[in-house]
Antibody
């Protein structure tokens, strides 16, 4: 069965960095794009980043562009999200999600359970 | 960027009720619209993709419709497990793939 497991969250001071991982199993990892979506406590969902199936294309929300970097290692079925210059308002649960593609439309068909990043001094 | 607006933001209903949630895009997104359900402390779950296609394993009481800028998610007969927050999300063209602000469905 498809599984995505995030790790790497924790408490970090403002301005510091953190690297999140998303380990995948149960599907042909190298043929799927992976997205990152975050959710601040009590708030809605915010799309953060996308990496294409082969890692050649990356996209970011304007709010994180230049500070976050997404990468992947297809030999290890893992995607990474490097978070830099973190801000207090980026405290959130960070989810990775598989990029499904049906009827010409991208969707997020499987999600991990998320990893909590707390930015606090 | 494309903005997605859901209404209502919250909704109270009873088991067995028919419920409709709407989502409006700031520009035409054709049928590139997905719906997700999220329960407290859990990851979102894909319900509907491409505006009206039911994701595998999702009960048939869920349905989606619309195209262009206006979309709806309908639950034909609410069940106790349907009380949750629902999000629409557009995937038109290239990212960012924006979400609506969510609709919290509560028990009356």
């Amino acid at each position: 069965q498809v599984q995505l497991v995030e790790s790497g969250g924790g408490v970090v001071q403002p301005g510091r960095s953190l690297r999140l991982s998303c380990a995948a199993s149960g599907f042909t990892f190298s043929t799927y794009a992976i997205h990152w979506v975050r959710q601040a406590p009590g708030k809605g969902l915010e799309w953060v980043a996308l990496i294409s199936y082969d890692g050649t294309n990356e996209y970011y929300a304007d709010s994180v562009k230049g500070r976050f970097t997404v990468s992947r290692d297809n030999s290890k079925n893992t995607v990474f999200l490097q978070l830099s210059t973190l801000r207090v308002d980026e405290t959130a649960v960070y989810y990775c999600a598989r990029g499904g593609y049906s009827h010409g439309s991208t969707n997020f068909d499987y999600w991990g359970r998320g990893t909590l990043v707390t930015v606090s001094s | 960027d494309i903005q997605m607006t859901q209404s209502p933001s919250s909704l109270s209903a009873s088991v067995g009720d028919r419920v409709t949630i709407t989502c409006r895009a700031s520009q035409s997104i054709r049928n590139y619209l997905n719906w997700y359900q999220q329960k407290p402390g859990k990851a979102p779950k894909l319900l509907i993709y491409a505006a009206s296609s039911l994701q595998s394993g999702v009960p048939s009481r869920f349905s989606g419709s619309g195209s262009g800028t206006d979309f709806t998610l309908t639950i034909s007969s609410l069940q106790p497990e349907d009380f949750a927050t629902y999000y629409c999300q557009q995937s038109y063209n290239s990212p960012p793939y924006t979400f609506g602000q969510g609709t919290k469905l509560e028990i009356k």
